[in-house]
């Protein structure tokens, strides 16, 4: 059975860090992509970094970019999320998700579709 599983979530002040993690099983990890996303209250689901996607690089959205660094533990089937800086407007919760790997994944990577399993995600709270 395919699983990814978030963790790491929780309470933290601004200007402070947490580090997300996204254990993955049942797939052959180096085959696939693994995003991450953040939904807040009453807002679209919004993609926000992404690895193993196509080009040899990681991709950030632009909300992230030099605050957020997504890597993974290949060993471990783990993908982590570290995040610094945190933000308000951070608030969400956060999935990961796992797609099969194409060359030009990291063109629609912030899209839902190219998906196929997600997980159950978890709170990330910014307290000003």
């Known amino acids: 059975e395919v699983q990814v599983v978030e963790s790491g979530g929780g309470l933290v002040q601004a200007g402070g860090s947490l580090r997300l993690s996204c254990a993955a099983s049942g797939f052959t990890f180096d085959d696939y992509a693994v995003g991450w996303f953040r939904q807040a209250p009453g807002k679209e689901r919004e993609g926000v970094a992404c690895?193993?996607?196509?080009?040899?690089?990681?991709f950030y959205g632009d909300s992230v970019k030099g605050r957020f660094t997504i890597s993974s533990d290949v060993a471990k089937k783990t993908v982590f999320l570290d995040m610094n800086s945190l933000k308000p407007g951070d608030t969400a919760v956060y999935y990961c998700?796992?797609?099969?790997?194409?060359?030009?994944?990291?063109?629609?990577?912030?899209?839902?579709?190219?998906?196929?399993?997600w997980g159950q995600g978890t709170q990330v709270t910014v307290s000003s």
């Open positions: 690895i193993n996607c196509g080009d040899g690089r990681p």
């Open positions: 998700a796992d797609g099969l790997e194409t060359p030009d994944f990291y063109v629609y990577y912030r899209r839902e579709g190219p998906y196929d399993h």
